[in-house]
Structures are given as structure tokens and as C-alpha cells.
T-cell receptor, first 110, second 114 residues
């Protein structure tokens, strides 16, 4: 099974950096995903890590350490529109479905 | 290329009625997943289907819930004899048949049972 933990809430100031951590305990692993979800809307894909290291995509970066069962999503130069829930999800080996954490609600203040 | 289409966006049912939720995957996608999201909670996996086959229904309640993905037409999530606890947002996602790709989500159907 999957056990995925991430903080419930985080608050940061516009222009700042926020790091959202995600730890997982799984019986196997075949990739970690980050999604963004604004209230009342569909989750949208942000990043995918399957190998250790940092993946950078504009203002968003995602890091993975498979040996530690740990990932983080880094949001730089925060904008008000970044206020949303950020979902960490793990894909088991040989499987297509995703197991999601409860999500981290990020609030960006002016 | 249209995204994942779900309808209706909002559905109100009285207790005991049936709810039918529809999902049309993205063009070229053969895998469909249904998730349920309760207020302030994460997405919970319900069922994974390919055309005409249920691959994994481990997250779906054994009673009152069923899902199908026919050869022609959308995937349907059916909830019979709805109860207040079924009120939630139901999201459908689709992906192509390769492992190293993300799933794309629809806008969801918000079911309210009154």
C-alpha cells in the first residue's frame, strides 16, 4: 500500500519561495507526481520524477530522493495565482493509477 | 484536442435516487480512472478501466457503485440509492497506455445528495 504525507497548510508572501515536502512509504515505486488544484477546479499536472534529483520547470522545481522516500516541490517568485492546493502522488510499479496525499494548501499573501 | 470531459458539472439527487456521472477521455487515451474527493481531503482512487474492462476496482465500494467503459461512448460511474455520504466531487482522469506519462483530469462532477 501507499502512505503519503505532506503538510496541511503553508503560507508565504508574494515574491518569496515555498518548499512543500512529501514523504512516502510504499511497497514499490514507479514515479512521483505533483499536481496543482485551485478550489473547485481540476488538478493540473506540474511535474514528474522517476529518478533521483531535481527537475526544473520555470518557477517550479521538483526533487526526488528514492532512498529516503522523499520529494519536495519548490515554488519560486510566488504570485497570488499560486494560491492553491498542491497534491503529491505516487505510482506503484507496473501500475497506472496514482495514490494521492491529502494535499497542501498554499496561501500567498500580498 | 479537447481535454477530459465530464458531465454534468453539478448534480443534485435526493436520497435513494441514482446518480450517473459521465467521462469522455482525451482523444487517444485508452485508460480511465475515477477518483472521489471529499471536502478538505485528497483524491481517493476508486476504479481504473480500459475499454470494456475493469482493471482495478479496489477503491470502489462493493455496494451501490459500479463503473463501465464501453467500446463506444463515455465511461460511466453509477451510484445507486445515493446517501448523503456520497456527496463529493468525482473526478475522472485519462492517460495513454504508457507508464511514464501523467494523467489528465476532467473538471469533475460535484454530487450533492439532499
Amino acid at each position: 500500500g501507499q502512505n503519503i504525507d505532506q503538510p496541511t497548510e503553508m503560507t508565504a508572501t508574494e515574491g518569496a519561495i515555498v518548499q512543500i515536502n512529501c514523504t512516502y512509504q510504499t511497497s514499490g515505486f514507479n514515479g512521483l507526481f505533483w499536481y496543482q488544484q485551485h478550489a473547485g477546479e481540476a488538478p493540473t499536472f506540474l511535474s514528474y520524477n522517476v529518478l533521483d534529483g531535481l527537475e526544473e520547470k520555470g518557477r517550479f522545481s521538483s526533487f526526488l530522493s528514492r532512498s529516503k522516500g522523499y520529494s519536495y516541490l519548490l515554488l519560486k517568485e510566488l504570485q497570488m495565482k499560486d494560491s492553491a492546493s498542491y497534491l503529491c502522488a505516487v505510482r506503484p510499479p507496473g501500475d497506472y493509477k496514482l495514490s494521492f496525499g491529502a494535499g497542501t494548501t498554499v496561501t500567498v499573501r500580498a | 484536442n479537447a481535454g477530459v470531459m465530464q458531465n454534468p458539472r453539478h448534480l443534485v439527487r435526493r436520497r435513494g435516487q441514482e446518480a450517473r456521472l459521465r467521462c469522455s477521455p482525451m482523444k487517444g487515451h485508452s485508460h480511465v480512472y475515477w477518483y472521489r474527493q471529499l471536502p478538505e481531503e485528497g483524491l481517493k482512487f476508486m476504479v481504473y478501466l480500459q475499454k470494456e474492462n475493469i482493471i482495478d476496482e479496489s477503491g470502489m465500494p462493493k455496494e451501490r457503485f459500479s463503473a463501465e467503459f464501453p467500446k463506444e461512448g463515455p465511461s460511466i460511474l453509477r451510484i445507486q440509492q445515493v446517501v448523503r455520504g456520497d456527496s463529493a466531487a468525482y473526478f475522472c482522469a485519462s492517460s495513454p497506455g504508457t507508464l511514464n506519462t501523467e494523467a489528465f483530469f476532467g473538471q469533475g462532477t460535484r454530487l450533492t445528495v439532499v
